[in-house]
């Protein structure tokens, strides 16, 4: 005769009420409330009393009916074209040091490239964030005026909505590109040939500035435009491209990091050497841009930082110690010379 088995059940304990908190510490629900959301005006022996009892219950406070009487979320909504690579990781890095130095916590969302998705994203935001950071190509003044409510403070990142008067931080991508332009056409000159761009996503606004500053920057002189997305595959495609050509550019600027890395992979696949064969730069100065090899000439625009500071900007606006709106803040940007591009430097330099 077979045995029956036997399941073991764990029973779950229910969650800690704060009312079995204020039971067990012996004080009023009121009470129990105060000394948990740090009130001054309860007494440090009732305090001791309460946060003993709460953590010997284990007890966690419900986070949506804490918002709902303070009207507070302690959240931040951030809104990204995208997670990948490490630009978007930069600037996820300088947001966070800044909500953690201030007790918040961050939702995060992606519009992946598509003003429908940064629509529904930012709706998706409504009621659960006190403040929203975002950073899109995609928006403009009618898109936030249907999808953000009228009391939700905001400020732009990297993003400008023409008549709308959120709060923006920028970076100066068309002073980087003169500057980073000018310094490869230094060497170009040398040899007469000319100097290359890979451009970002034709609809993107910082892809307008920096192509706009490759452009000025050639005074006249002869260009070539590659289109790319921002990707490393974009780059790696079109530094294949460049690889055929005879003649060949003397350099190329891509208009960020990553296309730049993705060139100089396909480069380094067809023989050919840099900067000694073409001389290559980037922008944006992620992280692994120094850790090349050669390292990447670029143009530095501490994306960390400067969301830091938008994360900054907002908690001040929802504390009141900041207007709610104002006009947009530029931050400078500049070249950072490596050996990407110093062969071509040096040579124009022997030359003068």
Partial sequence: MSTPSVQTVSARMPSATIRDVARTAGVSVASASRALNGMTTVAPAMRERVLTAASQLRYVPHTAARALSRRRTDTIGVVLPDLHGEFFSEVIRGVDMAARRRGLHLLISTSHGDA??????????????????LMSPHVDG???????????????????????PHTAFCVDNYAGAVAVVEHLASGAKISGRLVAHISGPADNLESQDRRRGFLDALNGAEGLVLEGDFSEESGYAAGLALAEMNPRPAAVFAANDMMAIGCMLALAEKGLVVPRDIAVAGFDD??????????????????????????????QIINGEAPWRNAAQTVGSHLIVRESSTVQTAAAKTAI
């Fill in 116 to 133: 429908a998705e940064a629509a529904a994203a930012i709706r998706a935001m409504r009621g659960r964030v006190d403040g929203l950071l």
């Fill in 286 to 315: 992620i992280p692994v841009a120094r850790l090349m090899r050669p390292s990447l000439t670029t143009v530095r625009a501490n994306i960390a930082d400067l969301s830091r500071r938008a994360l900054e900007c907002l908690a």
């Fill in 142 to 164: 009618h898109l936030l005026a249907d999808n953000l409510a009228a009391d939700v403070p905001m400020v732009l990142v990297n993003t400008q909505v023409e008549g709308h």
